[in-house]
């Protein structure tokens, strides 16, 4: 039990050390550079892109960050901006399969390839399956949705 | 510059100053408030996540779910042993699975499907709270992930067995 204990602190420690050091700098940079020319059109150029599988400009900015650095992380700028800004649950639905699915592409996929596997079926594969998984969860969510709706309007409430 | 309120979540922001340098003081400003409430924030559900998936490691059930995923190994051209690194993926995290995957005599195909099975589904229980924290059911992204990632994996096997 004791050794439970030390494992878990220890382990807290360096968890909590880890978010912070990669959280706080993320969000520094965020406020710093989310008004500049250039972040804009990076966001925005990965926004033409995410457009595919249903997300918004608002919810580009959180889904860039979750792609490169982390679910975790993604998801921190998720709760920001739902907390600043009314993300609606369906883009918040949206963003977490497709970062479910990938995020952290290079520091995750890096791990594998060093082991062996193919940078092409670990990367673009996975991207791509991602964007399948969102497109046909998001379908299936809104065909439910309406079924629930028209039900009730049929019930007349 | 700044009024009382604005720390308050949800409200709105406020208007930017004049200057470049009390623009830059503003949201340099904003950005350790933003980090330190996001650091928190994870805080609050990632630990108590942790220390679920340490305990659950403790419990050995990294070794009573290894056994059971076992039998699928087969429909993904894998050995039953592979179930090891996967389960140790789903519970712990990629770091975790990689070391155990060492262990593994596995050729570049089961490498790579191993791969992505474990790199779309892994690292659940903190994830998964981290999804809870933004409103979602964490336990339903939980199963996607598990169901999706050994999907993928079977669909990339067959695949790559077509390829060549």
Avoid: C
Wanted: hydrophobic fraction near 55%.
């Amino acid at each position: 039990m004791t050794e439970f204990l030390r494992e878990f602190a220890s382990g807290s420690f360096e968890l909590l050390l880890r978010v912070f050091l990669i959280v706080v700098p993320i969000m520094v940079a965020l406020e710093l550079f989310e008004g500049t020319r250039a972040f804009r059109a990076v966001v925005r150029a990965w926004a033409r892109l995410v457009r595919h599988v249903g997300l918004d400009e608002r919810s580009a900015a959180p889904t860039l960050i979750g792609f490169l650095f982390g679910l975790a992380y993604g998801g921190g700028v998720i709760v920001r901006d739902v907390r600043r800004h009314d993300l609606g649950r369906r883009q918040v639905f949206t963003m977490s399969v497709f970062l479910s699915m990938v995020h952290a592409i290079v520091e995750d996929s890096l791990i594998f390839i060093a082991l062996g596997a193919s940078i092409v079926w670990v990367v673009v594969y996975r991207i791509v399956w991602a964007a399948l998984v969102t497109l046909a969860l998001t379908a299936l969510a809104g065909i439910v949705l309406r079924r629930w709706r028209l039900r009730g309007e049929r019930r007349g409430d | 510059m700044t009024g009382p309120d604005d720390n308050i979540p949800g409200a709105p922001l406020p208007r930017p100053p004049e200057g470049f340098a009390a623009t830059a003081r503003r949201d340099l400003r904003l950005g350790v408030v933003a980090g330190l409430q996001t650091f928190w924030d994870l805080s609050k559900v990632m630990i108590p996540a942790y220390g679920v998936t340490l305990a659950l490691e403790r419990l050995g059930v990294i070794g009573s779910l290894a056994s059971v995923a076992r039998p699928l190994m087969e429909a993904l051209g894998l050995p039953g042993d592979a179930a090891v690194p996967l389960v140790v993926g789903y519970v712990l995290n990629i770091y975790a699975a990689v070391g155990s995957m060492q262990a593994l005599d596995l050729t570049g195909q089961q490498v790579t499907v191993l791969a992505i099975a474990i790199l779309i589904g892994h690292n659940l229980v903190v994830e998964g709270a981290v999804l809870h924290k933004a409103g979602m059911n964490g336990f339903a992204f939980g199963a996607l992930r598990i169901v999706a990632g050994l999907a993928a994996a079977v669909v990339a096997n067959l695949l790559m067995g077509l390829v060549g």
